[in-house]
């Protein structure tokens, strides 16, 4: 059994994580926020990602979050109208961008990722589940690339994975939109490979993990990279594209009257500019 010494010696407290026969479980922990990620949260779930992937001991990675939901996205009071947030300045960093590190983290991670989603998995939310290599649904999920309505663009899986997961027409559908699917919609179109009830989620997810991690874990190790290679290719020059826009549009009057009109609980009303 691997032990979590590397991760327990860290000040976490956004992001749970433990090991159990060779499967690492990562969990989200800010349910008064619905696991919105703030730059701590942030923080952790990169870290989590890479210590997981740096432990040979470690088999599979399931990921999820603790109830109500899998991830609601940024924490909008944090990232996006807080004193930190790129809106806040008045023109966009001089400096190459790159993919955001804990998307990367995820993305690198050798050994296979289950997204456990037991609730709403919207914005960065529905990203972190596109970063796994498999999603199952609880009954109770939702999934929205809501990025267009804070005047945005998706970040790295909107572009790299959704597409190849769901189709460029579907996946187009679901970024020009924001539309909201539930569980039953997401198995329809590829975007989760199970659903079931609520209560037998993380059940599901580690027969699934343990099945996975009773095979030869270098042999495991390399099917994954070869998926990554093969279906996807190289996500770093689309991240870093995808980062630079974010960071432009949060100049716009567009992304500050989303972020306003959110916080307002308010319809938005856009100018295109």
């Given at each position: 059994m691997a032990q979590n010494t590397a991760i327990a010696s860290q000040d976490f407290n956004c992001t749970g994580f433990d090991v159990v026969d060779h499967v690492a479980t990562i969990t989200l922990n800010r349910p008064q926020r619905r696991n919105a990620l703030n730059f701590r949260a942030y923080d952790e779930l990169e870290s989590a990602f890479r210590i997981a992937s740096a432990d040979p001991e470690i088999r599979c990675v399931i990921v999820t979050g603790a109830d109500p939901a899998f991830c609601s996205g940024d924490d909008v009071q944090e990232i996006m109208a807080g004193p930190k947030a790129v809106s806040q300045t008045s023109?966009?960093?001089?400096?190459?961008?790159?993919?955001?590190p804990a998307a990367m983290a995820?993305?690198?991670?050798e050994c296979p990722v289950i997204a456990a989603v037991n609730g709403a998995a919207v914005g960065w939310g529905m990203e972190l589940a596109l970063f796994a290599d498999i999603r199952i649904a609880s009954q109770k999920a939702k999934f929205a690339e809501l990025f267009v309505k804070r005047g945005l663009v998706s970040d790295i899986g909107g572009f790299y994975r959704l597409p190849a997961i769901v189709g460029p027409a579907k996946a187009a559908e679901l970024l020009f939109t924001g539309a909201?699917?539930?569980a039953d919609e997401a198995k329809r179109v590829g975007l989760v490979t199970d659903v079931v009830p609520h209560e037998q989620l993380l059940e599901r997810a580690r027969a699934l993990a343990a099945s996975i991690a009773e095979n030869p874990p270098l042999a495991v190790r390399s099917l994954k990279e070869g998926l990554r290679r093969t279906a996807y290719g190289d996500p770093k020059e689309i991240g870093s594209w995808a980062i630079d826009r974010i960071r432009r549009l949060m100049q716009t009057e567009d992304h500050k009257e989303g972020v306003a009109s959110f916080l307002e609980k308010r319809a938005p009303?856009?100018?295109?500019r």
């Open positions: 023109q966009p960093p001089i400096v190459r961008p790159r993919p955001t995820a993305l690198d991670c909201v699917i539930d009303k856009f100018k295109g």
